[in-house]
């Protein structure tokens, strides 16, 4: 796994060997979108499609909702990361953007 320099605590229930967790560990990084990059290219790597990387930056938005919804903070610039990777990941952003999986591998 790269390394993610982390400055904010993880959630307890976060673990960096699970998905979900290797997500929070991204979104915890000092520069969530980048990190959360970093590990998209990195499960396309490991053979997870678009549509597993995505459901996994829906689940991340669903939990920072859920906070939200609790009274717990947020972070915005964490929102503003899910946002943007899930565009890129969807192909809803410029051409030069795109974080698919064919063009992250590659050619053999």
């Known amino acids: 796994m790269a390394y993610i320099p982390n400055s904010k605590p993880l959630p307890q229930w976060a673990n960096a060997a699970d998905l979900h967790g290797r997500v929070e560990l991204a979104l915890h ?12 290219r990195e499960l ?11 459901g996994l930056i829906v689940a991340a938005q669903a939990r920072r909702r859920a906070m939200e919804e609790a009274g717990q903070p947020t972070d915005e610039h964490v929102e503003d990361a899910i946002v943007s990777v899930g565009d890129c990941v969807s192909g809803f952003c410029s051409p030069h953007a795109l974080l698919q ?3 992250t591998l590659p050619v053999s």
């Not at 396309?44 to 995505?54: F, I, M, N, P, R």
């Open 29 to 40: 990084a000092d520069e969530p979108e980048k990190a959360l990059i970093c590990l998209v």
């Open 101 to 103: 999986r064919e063009l």
């Open 44 to 54: 396309y790597t490991e053979g997870l499609d678009e549509a597993e990387v995505l």
